[in-house]
């Protein structure tokens, strides 16, 4: 009898921790938070800046570094189950919206580590934090 509720214990704390570390995998953080997180990685080939905002949006302005996958592209889906599981995401949309709904999709598809900026570029843009313009010229900068 000992046995089997020191057994039950043990199972029940693995489970436990196997829930707490999964949740943390998986965190909605501030802008600023981002920015953190972006000086600290931006270098790091296991780390993916991803934009999911439409390519006229992405052409127009976007947080260095970023990579665009069009949210409201056909083959969306497809395309973020392609990427590796293993290496580390932030996303951004617009408001938060889009890139909510790609964070829950790569909690489904079992990637390991993904933050959600709240707020998207909107938030980013009122820290007053940097972004990459389209010159007038039609170039990015």
């Not at 999911?52 to 570094?65: A, M, N």
């Not at 890139?99 to 900026?117: D, E, I």
Request: hydrophobic share 45%; proline share 1%; with cysteine.
């Amino acid at each position: 009898m000992i046995m089997l509720r020191y057994f039950t214990f043990i199972l029940l704390a693995a489970i436990t921790f196997s829930a707490a570390a999964v949740e943390s995998a998986f965190t909605n953080i501030s802008a600023l938070d981002a920015q953190q997180i972006i000086a600290t990685r931006a270098n790091s080939e296991n780390f993916y800046l991803l934009d999911v905002r439409t390519d006229q949006e992405f052409s127009e302005v976007h947080i260095k570094g970023a990579h665009k996958l069009d949210f409201y592209a056909a083959n969306f889906a497809v395309d973020v189950a392609a990427l590796d599981r293993d290496k580390t995401y932030l996303l951004y949309c617009r408001t938060g919206v889009r890139s909510t709904r790609t964070f829950a999709l790569m909690q489904q598809l079992g990637f390991r580590k993904v933050y959600n900026m709240r707020g998207g570029i909107i938030s980013w843009y009122q820290q007053r934090l940097p972004l990459v313009f389209k010159k007038s010229t039609g170039k990015t900068e």
